[in-house]
């Protein structure tokens, strides 16, 4: 079973989006680096969700309470975008 994963913000720098979570106030907000283009980004998750209609509803209520936008991706999308960003061991 696929999980669907809600992005609200993705940030150059890790204390760009520890801020922004801070300022958000949202329980269980998640920051995590991944590679997009050769350059990391630190994005803040919102939440995982068993099904689309579920993540989107997650991400309407956020839009709604904050007036900010949101993405659905797909864990294998974000899964995939980590280990690119991952160090090679």
Partial sequence: ?????????????????????????????AIVPTLRDEKTWYVLLLGAYRTLPAARAAGDAYEARTGGS??????????????????ST
């Fill in 70 to 87: 949101y993405w659905v991706r797909t864990g294998a999308d974000l899964q995939q975008s980590i280990k690119k960003a991952a160090p």
């Fill in 1 to 29: 079973m696929s999980a669907f994963i809600v992005q609200i913000g993705a940030y150059r720098r890790r204390e760009e989006a520890q801020q922004a979570a801070d300022e958000l106030a949202y329980a269980d907000l």
